[in-house]
């Protein structure tokens, strides 16, 4: 069959949150788009990422805040029963009118510019769709997204799961292993604990980004209080027993053999960029650990100049609203290349929504320990224990705030928390830094009461106590 060869300034390849959003950035621009994609209609944050996660955490939070109505107070006459049967299916519902604007979209840019396929780049201007298109193109960006990586023990089971299949079962399953204390299986865990399902999480102790020793064991004491979180053991083996479940043998902290019966296995291990068979590291396109396409992150470019790269191929945040900024960008300096344009410089938040909060502002403690090394500025860690004073009021004590304060500027750079809102403690945390407010600034801060976000002036002014016991340093 002969090859249909067509032509276009800019090529989108990959259609989720980033692809779309660059893909409209480049025609706003005034540039002659196609756009490529090889998966189901919808962006993965839709299908099987941020969306159905926090719904099914929303659920999960509902149910557990009926069962801690006593703790108020509170009680029922006849204790309640609650049925969850239903759970997935309304979940599908929501999820279905967001995809519905996404199918709207997609379906009204003309036929001849959306292409279903895989891309394999023959040059910097050329690529190949399944074999049977060839498109020439000035400028392309890269927004192919991530997968669920599956290990080759786990692949040697049947049936098992990933969150992409995860959401689209009938019903909640009666009891779940998850492998990997990742964002996602944290998530996935914890929500299917509190709707009752036995369930348990594999993990290591490094859970998810985290870095701050204080925070990490914070972080295992409020979580498996909450769930089944095993980060001391050690699988020897699983069994496939067809349809009765899986067998797992492991070690647990102590050194003692046990197992498990399990109906499902849900792999959230990691996540790994979409990059295979696309010939990427021929043409020059420069590749991190993990698969991650290596770009300028004021620009969005890669190493090959007129290839950007945005969304989940080129960062491991997995969070749509940074898929947004990047393919906006990346579009746009695709459009106009070689002019560029620079993202505005912002404060990275890093989250995740389990009960309570993950979260990650600016740089995390290793990130801080590589910056002194390389810029010679040393800095001071203070931390605030939230199980004390008016936290107790909140009925969500005993999480924790660290922070990362520069001693030649007095600036905060970074932090690691634990917390009960957590994510708008992150989100002032990161306005006050973009705003380059010192920590003594912050200390003077008069936070409004019960408020989550008082801890930030309370790690304030702990910093400003410690800056002050020293000698070497002038307090600004």
């Known amino acids: 069959m002969e090859t249909r060869k067509i032509e276009c300034h800019t090529l989108i390849v990959g259609a989720g949150s980033a692809g779309i959003e660059a893909y409209k950035s480049a025609v ?22 941020e969306l159905p996660t926090s719904l099914l955490m929303s659920a999960a939070q509902s149910l557990k805040s009926l069962k801690n109505l006593e703790q108020c107070g509170i009680s029922f006459p006849v204790p309640v029963q609650p049925d969850t049967s239903n759970v997935l299916s309304s979940l599908r519902a929501v999820r279905s009118r967001a995809t519905s604007d996404v199918l709207s979209f997609m379906y009204k840019i003309p036929e001849n ?11 910097n201007h050329n690529v190949s769709v399944d074999e049977a298109v060839e498109i020439h193109f000035e ?9 669920p990586l599956v290990t080759f023990e786990q692949s040697r089971l049947k049936n098992i799961l990933t969150s992409n299949e995860f959401f689209e079962l009938e019903t909640l399953p009666k009891s779940v292993a998850v492998f990997g204390s990742t964002k996602v299986g944290l998530q996935l865990g914890q929500a299917l604990s509190y709707l009752g399902v036995d369930t348990v999480v594999f993990g290591q102790k490094k859970l998810w980004q985290l870095t701050d020793e204080s925070v990490l064991l914070v972080a295992h ?13 050690y699988v020897t083996s699983m069994d496939d027993d067809g349809d009765n479940g899986y067998t797992i043998y492991y070690v647990d902290g102590k050194g003692y053999e046990n197992y498990l019966h399990m109906e499902s296995i849900v792999a959230a291990t990691a996540r790994i960029p979409n990059v295979g068979g696309m010939n990427l590291q021929k043409i020059g396109i420069k590749l991190m650990p993990h698969g991650l396409i290596k770009i300028n992150e004021k620009n969005m470019q890669t190493a090959v100049p007129n290839i950007f790269a945005a969304g989940d191929v080129c960062r491991d945040t997995f969070l749509s609203s940074v898929a947004f900024a990047d393919g906006r960008y990346a579009g746009l300096n695709a459009a106009n290349y070689p002019v560029l344009s620079e993202k505005p410089t912002q404060v990275k938040i890093n989250l995740v929504y389990t009960d309570p909060v993950l979260a990650i502002v600016g740089n995390s403690l290793e990130d801080m320990r590589k910056y002194a090394k390389m810029t010679g500025d040393t800095f001071i860690t203070t ?20 922070i990362y304060t520069s001693v030649t500027s007095h600036k905060i750079l970074g932090a690691e928390l634990c917390a009960y809102k957590g994510d708008k403690i992150a989100n002032f945390l990161a306005l006050a830094m973009e705003n380059n407010y010192t920590v003594e600034k912050l200390s003077e801060y008069n936070f409004t009461n019960l408020s989550a976000e008082s801890a930030i002036g309370i790690a304030a002014q702990n910093a400003v106590d410690k800056l002050k016991k020293s000698n070497k340093f002038r307090v600004h």
């Open 221 to 233: 004491q409020l979580l498996s209080s909450r769930f089944k979180l095993y980060v001391d053991t």
């Open 139 to 147: 400028t392309a960006v890269i927004a192919t997204g991530s997968s």
């Open 383 to 402: 931390e605030v224990r939230l199980a004390q004073g008016h936290y107790r009021g909140l009925r969500e004590d005993g999480g924790i705030l660290s």
């Open 28 to 49: 706003e621009n005034g540039a002659d788009c196609i756009i490529v994609d090889s998966g189901p209609v919808g962006t993965t944050a839709q299908r099987s990422g």
């Open 113 to 123: 510019r959306r292409i279903r396929g895989k891309v394999k780049f023959i040059d």
